[in-house]
């Protein structure tokens, strides 16, 4: 096939030994039975072999070991027991307990598994393998030589991450990717964020070596193949095989950096098209000021939103800026990957080459909901559509679930988060099928935001009671203004902020601000910079009387609103820590010495039964779960007590 859309083009220029090098160079893991982890290898075989007998150990056509679960999970056609299963999606959880991830919660498909141990003559023993692998669950490896990685990438792996890193974290995680469940994590933070960034880089391109180094070895051999031979069927109707979304490019240099590190540590290789990278993504000095650390650490470096990138793997070359059909791997943001797609009803759409991503990684979901969570929503829905040019794919390569329409069932999702939100768990439920399982991390969140409020002013909660998410919208509205009118027209009610967590909501309360001819300002992420810091210095100075804030403009400015006397969360914030930073706020510092007395503050908090996982993180698991279900509707807690 042609190098626009077929695997099978990799890179004929690496020479005719390609079988022989190739897998010298890229590293086999199953060829190391001479190195330190060939006896642990021999053990998995022996207890693979108590079941599957000598076919748990057989070398498959890529000479790899069949025990690795990137051969269950991709080389297998699913039964059609299994089809119906995957399809019905129906899933079984059970609890397991990591060291340092903690409590996940493992879900898998309902499978025979009171026969997983006897012999089914009827069935192929790959089969039964990975039928087995289905209801496996993941161990954290103690040594990354355990992993089923390339050697290539065991090998550089001390090289590329650096001396922050956790290796318990690391191999935790990598233990679960290399699984090839889906994985959800919302405990990312700057302290552990690179070591995360190093986990999903490393199984990304062990992913895309695995697969290239299948192909090769099936090139030679499908020229002599025997009519009906299904066994050569390697590749997808496109080539790419992975993909990035990640919020800046700032995070995509970051990832391009260590694949290099990762492939050719000291120059043992070439990246090709460097010189332009380095100059479209580059390394910016880290600015600091008095913004909190949380702020330089999310906008480090260059933070542009709209970025495509695509990167081919060859033996000795990375490459990069590769046209997408040519590409193993693509690195973009939503914002960057919508362009790219058009919008629905657009007489020109390209999304071919999304039909046959087998892993998909999306890291710092969060931010992607202060850009636009509707481009993620418009990838999900493309993602897998059939293509409308075959772009020279070799259709007798093509796996048999590829052509079946069942991609989706075989890729692989990997989600990270700094917390939990609807959104991102309506993804994680909704449109992740991978029929090998899913897992997530459920730990209870102890504390929340309110352990971090350093203010003495009370912060009351009071429950909205609604019938539905459709009717919370407008009780909670409904709500705003009974309190406004019954608490905060007075004249010693002054310096009132209202804080609110959607422009929809924000443009919703202006507008009704705006027509009770009531005195207020406004700052939101589409106020104009000069207007920003009027309404500022009039909300302190008490030129007017409300100031209407949006958790957009807040995330994305940081300011320190000074004068806050009364606080409104119309509702709460998604990111908890901006929560006790404005209810910080209060503190004596930060107030207009004129504008009022101490006696005389407040902080009040609107909430309904929807807004659980937000209500998690600001006052713990525990707490929330009591005031979700209290007969009472007010609650209220002392935070510096």
């Known amino acids: 096939g042609d190098a626009d859309g077929n695997v099978a083009d990799f890179d004929a220029a690496d020479g005719s030994d390609v079988e022989e090098n190739d897998l010298e160079d890229n590293g086999s893991e199953e060829s190391n039975t001479e190195n330190d982890d060939g006896g642990i290898q021999e053990e998995k075989n022996e207890k693979v072999k108590d079941i599957f007998g000598d076919a748990g150990t057989a070398s498959g056509s890529g000479g790899d070991s069949v025990l690795d679960p990137f051969q269950a999970h991709f080389e297998v056609n699913l039964a059609e027991d299994l089809t119906l299963a995957v399809k019905d999606q129906k899933l079984e959880s059970k609890t397991e307990v990591f060291p340092c991830l903690g409590k996940l919660q493992v879900q898998m498909l309902p499978v025979d598994a009171d026969n997983l ?152 290789g070439n990246v090709a098209n460097k010189k332009r990278f380095m100059q479209e993504f580059p390394e910016v000095e880290v600015a600091t000021g008095n913004k909190p650390d949380d702020y330089y650490q999310t906008f480090a470096g260059d933070t542009d939103d709209s970025f495509n990138l695509g990167l081919a793997v060859t033996k000795k070359t990375l ?30 759409r390209n999304y071919d080459f999304l039909n046959s991503i087998e892993l998909l990684i999306m890291d710092q979901t969060e931010i992607f909901m202060m850009q636009n969570w509707e481009h993620i929503l418009c990838l999900l829905d493309d993602i897998h559509k059939q293509p409308k040019e075959s772009r020279g794919t070799d259709f007798s390569r093509v796996r048999l679930w590829t052509l079946d329409g069942l991609n989706k069932f075989y890729r692989q999702t990997l989600l990270f988060s700094s917390f939990q939100f609807p959104e991102l768990n309506s993804v994680f439920n909704r449109h992740c099928f991978n029929y090998f399982g899913k897992v997530r991390v459920m730990n209870p969140v102890v504390g929340g935001a309110l352990s971090t409020i350093f203010s003495e002013v009370p912060v009351v909660f009071n429950r909205i009671n609604s019938a539905s998410p459709k009717l919370a919208l407008e009780d909670r509205f409904e709500a705003l203004k009974k309190l406004i009118h019954s608490k905060f027209m007075k004249d010693n009610m002054d310096h009132v902020m209202v804080f609110f967590s959607d422009y929809v909501d924000f443009v919703k309360a202006r507008n009704w601000f705006k027509s009770s001819d009531l005195d207020y300002a406004e700052i939101s992420e589409y106020t104009k910079q000069n207007k920003m810091a009027k309404a500022r210095d009039d909300f302190y100075h008490n030129a007017r009387h409300f100031l209407l804030y949006t958790e957009r403009a807040h995330f994305y400015r940081r ?77 209220i807690f002392s935070p510096n007590l």
């Open 117 to 268: 141990h006897k012999v089914d003559l009827t069935r192929d023993k790959k089969e039964s393998l990975q039928r087995s692998l289905m209801q496996t669950t993941p161990k954290p490896e103690s040594s990354l030589q355990n992993l089923n990685l390339k050697q290539v990438l065991k090998n550089n792996f001390d090289v590329a991450k650096g001396p922050k890193i956790s290796d318990d974290l690391v191999l935790e995680m990598m233990s679960l990717m290399n699984s090839y469940k889906d994985l959800l994590w919302t405990e990312r933070s700057s302290q552990n964020g690179e070591d995360v960034r190093l986990a999903y880089t490393c199984h990304a391109l062990n992913h895309v070596l695995k697969t290239r180094t299948k192909i090769l070895n099936n090139n030679a051999r499908h020229e002599r193949r025997e009519e009906g031979d299904e066994g050569l069927r390697d590749q997808g109707l496109t080539r790419p095989k992975v993909l990035f979304v990640l919020p800046f490019r700032e995070s995509a240099r970051r990832v391009v950096a260590l694949m290099e590190k990762l492939l050719f540590p000291n120059s043992k």
């Open 319 to 348: 490459k990069l800026y590769t046209d997408f059909y040519s590409s193993d791997i693509i690195i973009s943001s939503p914002l960057g990957l919508r362009l790219v797609l058009g919008a629905q009803g657009d007489k020109e």
């Open 559 to 635: 300011f320190t609103i000074k004068g806050i006397r009364h606080l409104i969360f119309y509702q709460m914030p998604l990111n908890a820590h901006l929560f006790s930073e404005l209810c910080n706020f209060q503190q004596d510092e930060f107030q207009n010495k004129r504008g009022g007395s101490k006696s005389n503050m407040s902080c009040t908090v609107l909430y309904t039964k929807y807004d659980a996982s937000r209500l998690v993180q600001c006052v713990g698991t525990e707490k929330a779960a009591t005031m979700i279900s209290a007969a009472n509707d007010k609650h």
